[in-house]
Antibody, heavy 122, light 107 residues
Framework: EVQVLESGGGLVQPGGSLRLSCAAS????????MTWVRQAPGKGLEWVSV????????FYADSVKGRFTISRDNSKNTLYLQMNSLRAEDTAVYYC???????????????WGQGALVTVSS | EIVLTQSPGTLSLSPGERATLSCRAS???????LAWYQQKPGEAPRLLIY???SRATGIPDRFSGSGSETDFTLTINRLEPEDFAVYYCQQYGGSPTFGGGTKVEIK
């Protein structure tokens, strides 16, 4: 059974940093790109970043480029999102999602975690 | 960036009725790379449709998707109580974007 489970959310002050983790199981982790999607309270979904299966390819939304870094450790089946210079508008539930198509960087998502809440506030 | 506009914002229907949800793209979505998701309060999104019209594994056949280029539709036949939720479209023909969502509520 495929499972993805986020951790690391919490309250952080503006300008601060936080790292999210996503533990995956039930599939060949290194074969699939992985994506972060966020959802501000009461709002819709926003694509944040994607990383290739090998970790060599990454892309970011303009809203987080230069502040967030996506990475993965295939030996631990874990995805990460390092978030720096956080702003109030980064407050959201952050979802880890598995790309549905083998080896494809930009695609739809077939499994999602339950989400990790990040609150940026003083 | 491809902007997706979903309409209506809210759809008030009764169980057993048909729901028709629209997703319009600001430019043509290549190869009909469009997906639909269902989200219930406090839950993660759930994949329903990909490739504009292919149902994901385990999705009941009352859910169907259609459309191409800039106009896409999600149809839910004979609404069940568990279908009342928010629905999002997503395009993956370019940098991924989501629509703003349509809430299907009980009338």
């Amino acid at each position: 059974e495929v499972q993805v489970l986020e951790s690391g959310g919490g309250l952080v002050q503006p300008g601060g940093s936080l790292r999210l983790s996503c533990a995956a199981s039930g599939f060949t982790f290194y074969s699939y790109a992985m994506t972060w999607v966020r959802q501000a309270p009461g709002k819709g979904l926003e694509w944040v970043s994607v990383i290739s299966g090998s970790g060599a390819g990454t892309f970011y939304a303009d809203s987080v480029k230069g502040r967030f870094t996506i990475s993965r450790d295939n030996s631990k089946n874990t995805l990460y999102l390092q978030m720096n210079s956080l702003r109030a508008e980064d407050t959201a539930v952050y979802y880890c999602a598995k790309n549905a198509v083998f080896g494809v960087l930009i695609t739809y998502f077939d499994y999602w975690g339950q989400g990790a809440l990040v609150t940026v506030s003083s | 960036e491809i902007v997706l506009t979903q309409s209506p914002g809210t759809l008030s229907l009764s169980p057993g009725e048909r729901a028709t949800l629209s997703c319009r793209a600001s430019q043509s979505v290549s190869r009909s790379y469009l997906a639909w998701y269902q989200q219930k309060p406090g839950e993660a999104p759930r994949l329903l449709i990909y490739g504009a019209s292919s149902r994901a594994t385990g999705i009941p056949d009352r859910f169907s998707g259609s459309g191409s280029e800039t106009d896409f539709t999600l149809t839910i036949n004979r609404l069940e109580p568990e279908d009342f939720a928010v629905y999002y479209c997503q395009q993956y023909g370019g940098s991924p974007t989501f629509g703003g969502g349509t809430k299907v509520e009980i009338k």
